[in-house]
């Protein structure tokens, strides 16, 4: 049976307080075939001189001022070589050692070409404050607010070929237009894994003041309408709504 190799991206920029966390849960992993990308944007605190302690771990090392976020993960994308691609961010963590397996198994016996699963939102001292369940993917269920957790998000490397990267042109919304175009726009192999896989800490920049968040309305409205939302007004109100249920 082939053995998938995984090109993990993670992006950071002055996280001294939470890379050490991050990178740690990925060393942990059982699953070894794991080609590690860490995209840096020029940190000026204590970040690099963290991560050259794990250097040992890390195939590729890149420091360099980037666009931001999206442009990093980007360059993360370009240096993959593995066949399937995701992204841990510097604040978040797995939440087991078997995450990677779970994913190549999913690619392996499923034939996927794009997995995805649960998260949690956790406070500074990993207590849980939000609880985001998936569930299996439907047809059409973007038209009715849905979305996967993105750092939850894996796929093969030749959909990035395919579709496109990450466009700089929807703010703190590229991820979800992404996962737009690749999943809502396209009939491709799509699967659920049934387990909590990153523990992510709460602060979003999209949702860290009333400014940014109108923002990320906006972005994720053009992202709708970019990419064949029925009816985006009407899922630009339910999406937030489904956020609800998170909190019980």
Known sequence: MQEFKISLITVTYNV???IDRCIESVVAQ???NVEYIIIDGG???TTIERINKY???ITVFVSEPDKGVYDAMNKGIRHATGDIIGTLNADDFFAS???LESVAAMFTEQNADIAYGDLDYVDEQGKIIRKWRSKNYKRGIFNLGWMPPHPTFYCKRELFDRFGYYSLDYGTAADYELMLRF???NSIRICYINKVMVKMQCGGMSNNSPTNRVKAWKSDLRA?????IQFPLLSLIIKPLRKI????
């Open 183 to 185: 999943m809502h726009m």
């Open 43 to 45: 940190s000026t605190d």
């Open 97 to 99: 050692d078997d995450i």
């Open 16 to 18: 001294r307080a939470t």
């Open 30 to 32: 059982k699953y070894k």
């Open 245 to 248: 249920v998170q909190y019980f």
């Open 224 to 228: 709708m309408r970019s990419n064949g």
């Open 55 to 57: 250097k040992d771990h």
